[in-house]
Each structure stands twice: as C-alpha cells, then as structure tokens.
C-alpha cells in the first residue's frame, strides 16, 4: 500500500457482525448509533461539515439521494443499495479524520476484502471492532495479516459480548493480586491474534466499557496529528523538473516506434488479465447461485466482484501509463525522469486527450442492465457515485474503470418469480460476457488515445528540442 498526501486521514471501522461497530463509531462522536443506520452492503462514510446531512450516492445517478434512516425506501435512491452513504455533521473530532463503516466482514467475500483493503490504504487507520465472546475467523486474520508490511496504523476496539463481559467484578488470582476480567478478556484476544498475525504486537488495544471510548478517541486523535504531519512533508510544493525549459537528449533513438509497441503491448496484456479475471469471477458466480445464497444473492454478489475489478482495472492502466511516461519521456529527457518533468508531461497529455477521443466520454461508468447488457453514464459525478471510499481528484492520466449492476437487477432477481437458478446462470454468463467485450473495446479505446496525446506532447519536445509544457 502507497499512501497519497492529497488522500483526506480516515479510519476505517471492520469487524465481524455482532461485534457493535456502530455503537462504536457513536460514542467516538457522542450520537445515537441509530443515526449511523445504513442499508445492508453500504459503506458509511461520516465527515465534518458545517450542516448536517446525510447522503446516499447511488451508482446509475450523478446527484446523491437525500437519506433518511427513519424511513424504509427513499423513492428512486434505493432501487439498488447505495455504494456508500455520507453523513456529515458539524462534530470537531471529524476535523481530524473521516470515519468509515464498513459492511460486516463475513458478507464481503475475497472481492470485498479487497476494497476494504484499498480504502484502509487510503485512509492510513483500520479499526477492528471485536466482542467479548466473539473470535478472529479465518477471513479476519487474512485482511489483517495483509496489512502488517504497510504504513497503515491498527487499533482493536473489544465490546461487551451478548451476556456482558465474564464477570461484572474484579477477580482475586492465588497470589493475591487483583485481575480484572475484561483486561483477561482482552489480553485473551490479543494473544488469539498474535499466534497468527505476530506482526501486529504493536497494535494497541481499547476495551469499550459502558460506552466509554474517550481513550481510543486520544488515541485516533494523536495518531492523525502524527500522520498529518508525515503525509505533508511527503507532497513538497516544488519538486525537480516543474520549472524552466528540459532539453530533449542528443539521440533519443527511435522512441515513436517503441511507444507504439508498448501502448499495443500494455493494452494487450490488460486485457488478457481482465478475462482471465472474468472467467474466475463467473465460476464463483455460479457457485453462489447453485450452494450460497441463490438468485436474490446474485446482485450483491455481481456489483462487489465489479467493484473490485474496476479498481484493479484502473490500477494496472495508471501502472501501465506511468510505465509508459517514464520509459517513452526518458528516452527524451533522460532517464529516471524527474518527479517534476514527469507531472509536466502527465498534465500536457491529459490536456490534448480531448482532442483524439473518438466515441462516448472516457470518463463514464459501465451498468449491467436487468436484460444482460451493458449501458452507460458519463460524467465525473456518476464515477464518484461508484466508490465505496470517496475519491480525491486525479493526478493519473486516465480516468477510473467504472462497473456496476443497474438497480434494475435488484428488481429483476430479488423478485420470488425469478428464483429459477438455470435462468440466473445463463444470465449471469451473457452479462459477464458483454462486460468482457465493453471492457476490451475501452481498454484499447484508452490506450490508443493516450498513445496520440502522448506522442503529440514528445514530438513538439523533440521538434523544438525543449519540453514547453
């Protein structure tokens, strides 16, 4: 995991069902838990803002839902659960950092540990929420082993379990001494964690009594002053090469063809993996719909497998045209490139790409139909809409790769007159196929686009000898 220093400090809150996360969050920011109430699969995402609001951002929409949670549907906002729901309010400890709920960890599956993972990068914090009776499934400690080598700091949060904690009273050991039974309990749970995942021995841990939660609330405010303080020193405001004239090399060798080469290369490559990727995602879908939870579950299951093949879509494009500048840009001006020419070239061929794009918008977002097609929104909003954790605004040459299920397909297969499992395969199977030829034909799109703006910014460099941009 790589943190940006443009990325907003979040904690982000996981944990098994039962454990009370949402109770919490909500003595972290003296409110009813009640007020954190979200549809079954959304993320919450709670922020500082002047007024309080509440929001839900639907994919297939550009403007977000208002949301009320004392109210069972919100007209068109909930044809489909929304990715995430934002509640902003006016509480000085947001003012620090976001905080972030997530769904319960046993119903995101391989797919949803991965955005998980993705936005607990991001944010820079991950809250475990566990209780007192509970223990660390298999699937818990292998999100948590994975970030045991990143720069993400963890905190454990232990709750009253179903009966309260062992015992109300402090416990008499034979030697005398006074044991406190919930400093048993958690002690009990960190050892549980170590024997798996001793790299996080570091880890502090916050048993949450009677609702208290002032220490972990020291503890989240002192970790974001710290980590403020590192991530700005990690984004100067001048770096190398963003100033003054760059002299193309001598000899920068036949660099036109070999760009051409790579883009087909590159283009080629991703799309192979994203239908090998495909073709994985199809076998899990039919197990789901024949041993798991059958046709209802197939919406929920599709839209988060899509949710994390569009990220890992859009990071293997941003590594490969980052490959592609670096490689290509340093035949010209020398290679490494520095950080500075590297954001001068970037900003010069996301200018010119406007003019060699042919077809829709790049930035739009891809929306599996009830009738197995594929259909599409352009415009930056409705990309916002898809993300589960709030994106900054991009400093990489191509926008996001953006998928998801249409509310229609909540409709159609939660309906009990579709709960045939033959028809939900077949379904499933064309659906997945229209999205492996949409998500060709955009990839080559892409990269033949940025294949013209970018040799357009290197052959005036290597015209006038200078990079101008």
Request: net charge negative; hydrophobic share 45%.
């Given at each position: 995991?790589?943190?940006?220093?443009?990325?907003?400090?979040?904690?982000?809150?996981?944990?098994?069902?039962?454990?009370?996360?949402?109770?919490?969050?909500?003595?972290?920011?003296?409110?009813?838990?009640?007020?954190?109430?979200?549809?079954?699969?959304?993320?919450?995402?709670?922020?500082?803002?002047?007024?309080?609001?509440?929001?839900?951002?639907?994919?297939?929409?550009?403007?977000?839902?208002?949301?009320?949670?004392?109210?069972?549907?919100?007209?068109?906002?909930?044809?489909?659960?929304?990715?995430?729901?934002?509640?902003?309010?006016?509480?000085?400890?947001?003012?620090?950092?976001?905080?972030?709920?997530?769904?319960?960890?046993?119903?995101?599956?391989?797919?949803?540990?991965?955005?998980?993972?993705?936005?607990?990068?991001?944010?820079?914090?991950?809250?475990?929420?566990?209780?007192?009776?509970?223990?660390?499934?298999?699937?818990?400690?292998?999100?948590?082993?994975?970030?045991?080598?990143?720069?993400?700091?963890?905190?454990?949060?232990?709750?009253?379990?179903?009966?309260?904690?062992?015992?109300?009273?402090?416990?008499?050991?034979?030697?005398?001494?006074?044991?406190?039974?919930?400093?048993?309990?958690?002690?009990?749970?960190?050892?549980?964690?170590?024997?798996?995942?001793?790299?996080?021995?570091?880890?502090?841990?916050?048993?949450?009594?009677?609702?208290?939660?002032?220490?972990?609330?020291?503890?989240?405010?002192?970790?974001?002053?710290?980590?403020?303080?590192?991530?700005?020193?990690?984004?100067?405001?001048?770096?190398?090469?963003?100033?003054?004239?760059?002299?193309?090399?001598?000899?920068?060798?036949?660099?036109?063809?070999?760009?051409?080469?790579?883009?087909?290369?590159?283009?080629?490559?991703?799309?192979?993996?994203?239908?090998?990727?495909?073709?994985?995602?199809?076998?899990?879908?039919?197990?789901?719909?024949?041993?798991?939870?059958?046709?209802?579950?197939?919406?929920?299951?599709?839209?988060?497998?899509?949710?994390?093949?569009?990220?890992?879509?859009?990071?293997?494009?941003?590594?490969?045209?980052?490959?592609?500048?670096?490689?290509?840009?340093?035949?010209?001006?020398?290679?490494?490139?520095?950080?500075?020419?590297?954001?001068?070239?970037?900003?010069?061929?996301?200018?010119?790409?406007?003019?060699?794009?042919?077809?829709?918008?790049?930035?739009?977002?891809?929306?599996?139909?009830?009738?197995?097609?594929?259909?599409?929104?352009?415009?930056?909003?409705?990309?916002?809409?898809l993300a589960a954790y709030p994106t900054v605004p991009r400093t990489e040459?191509?926008?996001?790769?953006?998928?998801?299920?249409?509310?229609?397909?909540?409709?159609?297969?939660?309906?009990?007159?579709?709960?045939?499992?033959?028809?939900?395969?077949?379904?499933?199977?064309?659906?997945?196929?229209?999205?492996?030829?949409?998500?060709?034909?955009?990839?080559?799109?892409?990269?033949?686009?940025?294949?013209?703006?970018?040799?357009?910014?290197?052959?005036?460099?290597?015209?006038?000898?200078?990079?101008?941009?």
């Open positions: 995991m790589t943190v940006d220093p443009r990325e907003p400090l979040g904690v982000v809150a996981v944990g098994p069902a039962g454990a009370g996360r949402a109770n919490v969050l909500a003595a972290l920011l003296d409110l009813d838990a009640g007020m954190l109430t979200v549809p079954a699969g959304s993320w919450l995402v709670v922020r500082h803002a002047t007024e309080a609001s509440r929001s839900a951002y639907v994919p297939g929409f550009r403007t977000p839902f208002a949301y009320r949670t004392d109210l069972p549907e919100v007209g068109p906002a909930l044809a489909r659960p929304p990715r995430r729901v934002e509640l902003s309010l006016p509480e000085p400890l947001l003012k620090h950092y976001r905080l972030v709920d997530t769904p319960d960890l046993s119903s995101l599956g391989r797919a949803g540990t991965g955005v998980v993972l993705d936005a607990v990068g991001r944010a820079g914090a991950l809250l475990f929420v566990i209780a007192a009776d509970q223990s660390f499934s298999a699937a818990e400690l292998h999100l948590l082993a994975e970030v045991v080598d990143s720069p993400v700091q963890v905190f454990f949060a232990v709750t009253p379990g179903a009966s309260g904690w062992t015992s109300p009273e402090p416990a008499e050991a034979p030697d005398g001494t006074v044991v406190d039974p919930i400093t048993v309990i958690v002690e009990a749970h960190r050892a549980a964690l170590l024997a798996a995942v001793p790299g996080l021995a570091e880890a502090r841990w916050f048993p949450i009594v009677e609702g208290d939660a002032l220490a972990l609330r020291r503890a989240l405010v002192g970790w974001a002053s710290d980590e403020g303080l590192e991530r700005s020193s990690l984004d100067p405001p001048d770096v190398p090469g963003l100033h003054g004239r760059v002299p193309v090399l001598p000899e920068p060798g036949e660099w036109s063809e070999r760009l051409d080469r790579q883009v087909g290369s590159a283009g080629r490559r991703i799309r192979q993996h994203l239908a090998l990727e495909l073709a994985n995602l199809h076998l899990r879908v039919v197990q789901e719909i024949v041993f798991g939870t059958g046709c209802a579950g197939l919406p929920q299951l599709l839209d988060r497998e899509l949710e994390a093949l569009s990220l890992l879509a859009t990071v293997q494009c941003d590594h490969a045209v980052r490959e592609l500048v670096e490689d290509i840009g340093g035949r010209l001006f020398g290679a490494p490139l520095p950080e500075g020419v590297r954001r001068r070239i970037t900003k010069a061929v996301r200018w010119g790409m406007p003019d060699h794009v042919t077809g829709p918008e790049l930035e739009r977002v891809l929306l599996v139909t009830s009738t197995a097609g594929v259909a599409s929104l352009a415009g930056p909003a409705a990309i916002d809409a040459i191509l926008p996001p790769v953006a998928v998801s299920l249409a509310g229609g397909c909540w409709q159609h297969w939660r309906t009990p007159a579709n709960a045939d499992q033959s028809a939900a395969r077949a379904w499933s199977q064309r659906a997945l196929r229209e999205i492996e030829l949409e998500l060709s034909r955009e990839i080559s799109r892409r990269f033949e686009v940025v294949r013209l703006s970018l040799g357009m910014v290197l052959s005036d460099a290597a015209e006038h000898g200078i990079l101008l941009a």
